[in-house]
């Protein structure tokens, strides 16, 4: 044989017994699911919702759906959530499902590619079927958000709903009620046709209204107008947490005078600001055209001077009437709750909205100049100290919805987040100051956001926009190079974050060893000891490591989220004695630290001493940043 053959030969014996192995082919993937179409649905449907179980937090949901002819109907359960930016959609707790046409029950089948699809074959003769099916609420966090207790409850009206797939949400109308537990109240923007004792009965809606439209509902609630057609809707679990003070609610009245005088437009007939006061219902913040649904913990009005770091929700959450319901991203908005969402504008859509929601905060007065100040610095200080920044540019975060699905993240300082929020609030700064001095004072953002949101008075439809649209606003209020200006800082890996706000607009960022009162209140808002600038972790009120910034002096020790600090230099922990430590510069610090059963003792090396961030005034005349964070008369 061949010399030359007998390699070929060789090479070729495992192709040819791999050939005689066993190879399937791909199975096609169909889809039967209907695409959204701008047509009429056949009729309106109409959904009841039981919401007295408030002890078990379950929902139970009767729901007639028109259909226009026999053969397949595909029902969808809400996927892609708008506020989420990601297919969050609650499938998993949809339970109890049960289909039927003239009292009898037909089979359903779930979609085998969108298990948030069902279809159904409908009968002959028949004109709607009917779905019964429960939504089982999270009864511990570990399951999900709570969102039901024994005091209160918000119901959000696409954990409850199903839809007939084929058809845009704006073109199936929906006629809902609810039965609130006795002598509860509600809230939400929806218009009320009649009540029935505790059964409400709200006035028919499309679909993309309900959607946008949660309830608030408690056994503890108070209403205050902040401007004609602007209610802020409280609930509490405890009747002391509504007492707000005269000069609190003014506040918040300012809030909406403050807002209208920077858009110059109103895009709501009407608007509910909705405020959860609870131990027991999670947190939330999610903007919604004519509401949004805010929770905070105990104390919002009745320690007042200790929730400080939770006063930019609502304004934040308000603003987003105008960016991001009204005005929104042309690849954000979908037809339906199945189309996926591209989030390619988010450090427009959150990003300016965390940039006026810092404004308004302060220009209302719900935060003070120098509680804005300590609230930018960390926010400046975060972004400067990302590790990730090395490798993650900003616009690449926007997909960070999707997919890290809000899940915690063991190296969030190397992995980033979504910093779209914070870092898009640093460009909108970074461009106001530098539209103050390329006009000379003359122009600012504010003239970006009346001209780009104060259009169309009234108008709460959707006026969706793209990367060029935003230039091209940008450049009638003063020209530049607002294009490059823009990719440069959104689409390129910076090393650092955008600074130049703050030195243009009279502030510098700086590190000194004490920190700001913002810091403290946000340390103790959060119960933890922020030591992230000096050795590069936080640590929760039991020692608990609940963060390490990349490639710090506490990652290079070893240390890692999950691992408990038990000693510093042979003295059992006390925060103030390892501030102490670190701020005597003797290196190294010797940690006895604990991960699972195992215990070790870690040498951190580091002598800078504490460091905390701040905004450091230049020079002694005015600053545009101040100028930005002053009330407009």
């Not at 809400?78 to 930016?85: A, I, R, S, V």
């Not at 509600?186 to 009320?192: C, D, G, R």
């Not at 439809?461 to 607002?482: C, I, K, M, R, S």
């Amino acid at each position: 044989m061949s010399k030359r053959v007998l390699p070929l030969l060789c090479a070729l014996l495992p192709l040819l017994a791999r050939a005689q192995n066993t190879a399937p082919m791909a199975v096609p993937i169909i889809d039967s699911i209907p695409p959204a179409r701008d047509v009429a649905s056949p009729g309106l449907i109409a959904l009841s919702v039981d919401a007295t179980d408030n002890t078990r937090g379950i929902f139970r949901m009767s729901e007639t759906i028109p259909v226009a002819t026999a053969g397949p109907l595909t029902l969808l359960y809400p996927k892609w959530l708008p506020g989420h930016h990601s297919d969050s959609g609650l499938v998993s707790q949809l339970a109890g499902l049960v289909v039927k046409a003239g009292g009898r029950v037909l089979p359903w089948r779930r979609d085998p590619v969108d298990v948030f699809a069902f279809h159904v074959d409908v009968p002959e003769g028949t004109s709607s079927v009917v779905a019964e099916f429960q939504y089982l609420s999270p009864t511990d966090v570990t399951q999900g958000r709570i969102v039901m207790s024994p005091a209160m409850l918000n119901l959000e009206w696409n954990a409850v709903v199903l839809y007939p797939a084929g058809f845009y949400a704006r073109r199936i109308p929906v006629e809902a009620t609810v039965k609130y537990p006795e002598g509860w109240k509600a809230a939400t923007a929806l218009e009320v046709a009649s009540e029935d004792g505790a059964t409400v009965h709200y006035k028919q809606v499309p679909l993309d209204v309900l959607v946008d439209s949660p309830v608030f509902a408690g056994a503890n609630v108070r209403v205050e107008t902040l401007a004609p057609g602007v209610r802020l809707d409280i609930v509490a679990d405890q009747p002391e947490q509504l007492a707000a003070t005269d000069e609190q609610i003014q506040f918040h009245r300012n809030l909406v005078t403050q807002a209208v005088k920077l858009f110059g437009a109103q895009h709501y007939n009407h608007y509910d600001l909705l405020l959860a006061i609870s131990e027991r219902q999670s947190s939330i913040g999610l903007e919604h055209h004519r509401s949004s649904e805010n929770g905070v913990g105990l104390g919002y009005f009745t320690e007042w001077k200790d929730t400080v770091t939770g006063r930019s929700l609502l304004p934040h959450e308000y603003t987003h009437s105008w960016n991001g319901k009204y005005r929104r991203g042309a690849d954000l908005w979908t037809p339906d709750y199945r189309t996926p969402m591209q989030g390619s504008l988010l450090w427009v859509y959150e990003g300016q909205t965390q940039f006026w929601g810092e404004v308004l905060a302060a220009r209302s007065g719900l935060i003070s100049h120098d509680e804005a100040l300590g609230s930018l610095a960390s926010i400046a200080a975060i972004l400067d100290n990302a590790a990730g920044r090395k490798w993650r540019p900003l616009v690449d975060t926007t997909d960070d919805p999707v997919i890290a699905q809000r899940r915690p993240k063991g190296w969030r300082n190397w992995q980033r987040s979504e910093d779209y929020y914070n870092e898009g609030l640093l460009i909108w700064l970074d461009a106001d100051s530098l539209l103050r001095e390329l006009s000379h004072g003359a122009h600012s953002m504010d003239d970006f956001a009346r001209a780009f949101f104060g259009v169309n008075d009234r108008d709460w439809g959707e006026l969706t926009y793209t990367f060029d649209d935003v230039v091209h606003t940008l450049n009638a209020v003063q020209p530049y190079d607002w294009a490059g200006f823009l990719h440069t800082r959104v689409d390129q890996v910076n090393e650092h974050a955008p600074l130049a706000g703050f030195t243009r607009g009279g502030y510098r960022l700086v590190y000194t060893d004490t920190p700001t009162d913002w810091a403290k209140s946000q340390e103790k808002a959060r119960k933890l000891t922020d030591l992230s600038y000096s050795i590069g972790l936080t640590l929760g009120k039991e020692g608990e490591i609940t963060g390490v910034a990349w490639d710090s002096p506490a990652f290079n020790a070893g240390l890692t989220v999950s691992t408990k600090l038990i000693a510093v230099n042979g003295h059992a922990l006390e925060t103030d004695r390892l501030k102490a430590a670190i701020k005597a510069k003797k290196s190294p610090l010797s940690l006895l630290v604990r991960t699972g059963d195992i215990y070790r003792t870690v040498e951190l090396k580091y002598d800078g001493g504490l460091r905390y961030p701040k905004l450091e005034k230049i020079g002694a005349g005015p600053a545009s940043l101040d100028a930005l964070l002053a009330p407009k008369l």
